[in-house]
Nanobody
Framework: QVQLVESGGGLVQPGGSLRLSCAAS????????MNWVRQAPGKGLEWVSE????????SYTDSVKGRFTISRDNAKNTLYLQMNSLKPEDTAVYYC????????WGQGTQVTVSS
């Protein structure tokens, strides 16, 4: 069965960094475009970043451009999100999502940016 497991979240001070990982299983990871989305407290889902199946094309929402980097290692079936210069407004639960009709996603990992 398809499974996506996010990890790497935690509490970090403003200006700090975190590296999120998403371990994928149950499907051919390298065949799918993947997204990171997030949900801040009391708000809806916000698209953050997208990466093509081979990793050659990436895109970001304006608020994270220059600070976040999406990447993937298809040999390890893992998606990453490197987050630098974190701001309090980045506080959210972060989810990885498979771009497909089913739109599978994981349980998320909490990122809290606070002093």
């Amino acid at each position: 069965q398809v499974q996506l497991v996010e990890s790497g979240g935690g509490l970090v001070q403003p200006g700090g960094s975190l590296r999120l990982s998403c371990a994928a299983s149950g499907f051919t990871f390298g065949r799918y475009t993947m997204n990171w989305v997030r949900q801040a407290p009391g708000k809806g889902l916000e698209w953050v970043s997208e990466i093509s199946n081979g990793g050659g094309r990436t895109s970001y929402t304006d608020s994270v451009k220059g600070r976040f980097t999406i990447s993937r290692d298809n040999a390890k079936n893992t998606l990453y999100l490197q987050m630098n210069s974190l701001k309090p407004e980045d506080t959210a639960v972060y989810y990885c999502r498979q771009i497909s009709d089913q739109g599978y996603w994981g349980q998320g990992t909490q990122v809290t940016v606070s002093s």
